[in-house]
C-alpha cells in the first residue's frame, strides 16, 4: 500500500507539473545554475521564480541546475534570475545581496563562488573554465569592488538623468527625448555585479522602471507627458542616490505648484533652483528639501 500511495503521488506531481507548463503560453525553456544546498533552497528558489502562468521553475538540489520554463512575451531570463537573486541565491548572472545570503538559514549557506557571472572581464578570464577545479569544500572571500569603480557605474546613470532634465528646463521635448536614449543605454551598460551591495539590491528593485519610464520620455514628443513620466522617474533616481556615493553634493528639490498642488520632485547638481516642471514660466519656483552627500 506504502509503494502504491508514493506512484500515486509521483504521478499526481507530474501531473500538476505538467498541467503548470501547459498554462503558460510562448514558452521557452532555458536551463541555468543557481547555487543552492536542500531542500528549503529549493522551495525558495522556485517560490521566487515562479510567476502564475508566466514563469515556472524547477530546481535540482543535486546538481544545482534549474529548469526555467517562461512566457517570452511577459517575461525573461533575467527578470527570473534576478527574483531569484533577491531571494538569497546566486545564479552565474547575478549575484544576491550579501546581506540577504546572510539572512539564509545555515544549512542553506552554500559555498559562494568569487564572482557569478560568467566572464570576469577584470581578470579577462572565464569563469567557467576549469570550474571543476574549484574546491567547494572552502568559503571564499568575495572580491572587494573598487569604489571608484561603483561611482563610474552609476554616474552616467546620473549624467544622462540631468541631461534630461536640463532639457525639460528649457521645455525642449525633442532634446529630452534624445537625452533620454541615451540614459537608456547608459542603464543598460550598467554591470551589476560591480555595485555595492546596496547599490545591487536597490538596482534590481527599481531598473525595470527605470527603463520603462526612461522609454516614455524618450517615445513621447509632448513636453507635458515627459514632465509627468520625469516626476514617476526622479522617485526613483533619488532612492538610487541616497544609496550611492557622490564626489560632489547631490540636491533633492520641490515644486509645490506642479501636479495641481500636489508637487513634484527632481534632483539637481546645482542648488540653484530651475525647475524642470515649468521651465521659463516659473523657472525658479520650488526649494532644496535635501542635500546629498
Request: overall charge positive; some cysteine; charged content about 25%.
Amino acid at each position: 500500500m506504502k509503494s502504491l500511495s508514493r506512484i500515486v503521488m509521483v504521478i499526481a506531481v507530474l501531473l500538476s507539473s505538467i498541467n503548470s507548463f501547459a498554462q503558460i503560453k510562448n514558452a521557452n525553456t532555458e536551463t541555468v545554475k543557481i547555487y543552492g544546498n536542500c531542500g528549503i533552497c529549493k522551495t525558495t528558489i522556485e517560490k521566487a521564480g515562479n510567476v502564475k502562468k508566466v514563469a515556472s521553475v524547477d530546481w535540482n538540489k543535486d546538481t544545482k541546475m534549474a529548469t526555467l520554463t517562461y512566457d517570452g512575451n511577459k517575461t525573461n531570463q533575467d527578470e527570473i534570475l534576478k527574483r531569484i537573486a533577491l531571494a538569497g541565491y546566486d545564479s552565474e548572472k547575478f549575484r544576491a545581496p550579501d546581506d540577504v545570503y546572510a539572512k539564509l538559514a545555515g544549512c542553506c549557506q552554500y559555498d559562494r563562488p568569487i564572482k557569478t557571472v560568467a566572464k570576469n572581464k577584470e581578470a579577462g578570464m572565464d569563469m567557467n573554465a576549469g570550474h571543476g577545479n574549484h574546491n567547494h569544500s572552502e568559503k571564499t572571500t568575495p572580491v572587494k569592488k573598487d569604489a571608484a569603480q561603483n561611482q563610474s557605474q552609476l554616474n552616467s546613470v546620473f549624467d544622462g538623468y540631468f541631461s534630461v532634465k536640463d532639457a525639460l528646463i528649457k521645455t525642449d521635448a525633442a532634446t529630452a527625448s534624445a537625452k533620454a536614449l541615451e540614459l537608456a543605454s547608459a542603464i543598460k551598460a550598467v554591470d551589476m555585479n560591480k555595485l555595492s551591495a546596496e547599490e545591487h539590491t536597490l538596482w534590481m528593485n527599481i531598473v525595470k522602471d527605470l527603463k520603462a519610464n526612461v522609454e516614455k520620455i524618450s517615445t513621447s514628443k509632448d513636453v507635458a507627458k515627459q514632465r509627468e513620466t520625469f516626476a514617476v522617474l526622479s522617485k526613483n533616481m533619488y532612492e538610487l542616490a541616497k544609496a550611492s556615493k557622490h564626489e560632489t553634493p547631490v540636491y533633492y528639490q520641490h515644486c509645490p505648484m506642479y501636479n495641481n498642488g500636489k508637487g513634484a520632485n527632481w534632483l539637481s547638481k546645482d542648488n540653484a533652483i530651475k525647475n524642470p516642471y515649468y521651465g521659463s514660466q516659473m523657472l525658479t519656483c520650488g526649494s532644496t528639501v535635501e542635500t546629498i552627500k
